[in-house]
């Protein structure tokens, strides 16, 4: 304050001197107007591509699911085979050995 010169503050700024300040006011009211317009804008897009993503993950969510289940199917099936199939070889080896086991019992008996 000792830095200003010794005159009444009237004389300082006066309102002819706030005239072009005035004017650069409403320019930036009518740029923050426009922005937030823009903004507004801005968000009804983001609102719209957010339903649409979260319906394209929906969608893709339920192809996932298809293609799991129908991988799933697939790969029980592949599994029944192969159990149904090792089942029947160790049944047939089963009675084979018993057969085999029975022979020599029998031959051992007969000597």
């Known amino acids: 304050m000792e830095n200003l010169p010794p005159r009444p503050w009237s004389e300082l700024v ?31 897009d983001v609102g719209g591509l957010r339903s649409e993503i979260r319906a394209e993950f929906a969608h893709l969510r339920e192809t996932l699911d298809l293609r799991f289940a129908v991988q799933d199917a697939r790969l029980e099936a592949f599994v029944r085979e192969r ?3 090792q089942t029947k070889l160790l049944v ?7 057969l085999t086991t029975a022979g020599i019992a029998i031959g051992a008996v007969a000597i």
């Open 14 to 44: 006066g309102k002819d001197d706030l005239d072009p300040v005035k004017g650069d006011v409403a320019v930036l009211k009518a740029d923050v107007a426009v922005l937030k317009t823009d903004v507004a804008e801005l968000r009804s």
């Open 83 to 85: 159990v149904d199939a």
């Open 92 to 98: 047939l080896a089963f009675v084979g050995a018993l």
